[in-house]
């Protein structure tokens, strides 16, 4: 089906354009942000390029992948907030005061 | 005729949503602000998501294949924004501030965490 194949190369051309975002964003956030956007497109591929090759079974792998993003993120999101991935967040009490 | 509709739907849907994700590609390489990037995010990971993924879905007919991208697309649409929002309070908390809003004037911000 041809309408596949345009939807994977819609998906590769927006990968390559948050892929340059992701090099040249100027703060970490911008990165972040961008590697967020790219593996939810990750997901959308991997869909798409099952039913281009008429084997739809990638799709247990795209759900995968999609579990894993959104945990990466929010995993690398607390490391560079807290320099930890084991320690977390500051007491309450403790921040309220510094506050 | 009723495959017919279903593949032009199906067609409809897949090219809108590989619209919505250009537009949205688009406008995290060209817009100019990282508060303003979080906008187009937000595109891809709602409109052009669910666009495509009911496009496939109308290609899958009733089958597990089609209850696997409702899965897909459930689970994105709840954590895409949640992730985005992550994303935007670590830049506040981090010192971050849209033009127009100073490093003093983040009264509205009530996190627990620390400020700059």
């Known amino acids: 089906m041809p309408i596949f194949a345009a939807t994977c190369v819609a998906l590769l051309v927006a990968m390559l354009f948050i892929l340059i975002r992701s090099f040249v964003g100027p703060s970490l956030y911008d990165r972040v942000l961008a590697v967020n956007a790219f593996g939810t497109l990750t997901v959308l591929l991997i869909g798409a390029m099952g039913f281009l090759t008429g084997?739809?079974?990638?799709?247990?792998?795209?759900?995968?992948?999609?579990?894993?993003?959104?945990?990466?993120?929010l995993a690398a999101l607390k490391f560079f907030r807290y320099r930890s991935l084991g320690k977390g967040a500051p007491e309450p009490t403790a921040g309220q005061e510094e506050a | 005729m009723i495959g017919i509709l279903v593949q032009g739907a199906s067609w409809l849907s897949l090219g809108l949503g590989a619209a919505?994700?250009?537009?949205?590609?688009?406008?995290?390489?060209?817009?100019p602000d990282f508060w303003s990037r979080i906008h187009a995010a937000g595109i891809i990971d709602t409109t052009g998501v669910g666009f495509i993924t009911l496009g496939l879905m109308l290609q899958a007919g009733f089958s597990l294949v089609a209850l696997k991208l409702l899965l897909i697309a459930a689970f994105i649409?709840?954590?895409?924004?949640t992730a985005t929002h992550a994303i935007a309070n670590a830049a506040f908390a981090a010192g971050l501030r849209p033009v127009g809003l100073s490093g003093d004037e983040s009264g509205t911000f009530d996190s627990g965490t620390k400020r700059s």
């Open chain 2, 20 to 31: 919505f994700l250009l537009v949205g590609a688009l406008g995290i390489i060209r817009l």
């Open chain 2, 77 to 81: 649409f709840i954590t895409g924004p």
């Open chain 1, 55 to 73: 084997r739809p079974d990638f799709l247990d792998i795209a759900l995968l992948y999609a579990l894993i993003n959104f945990v990466g993120t």
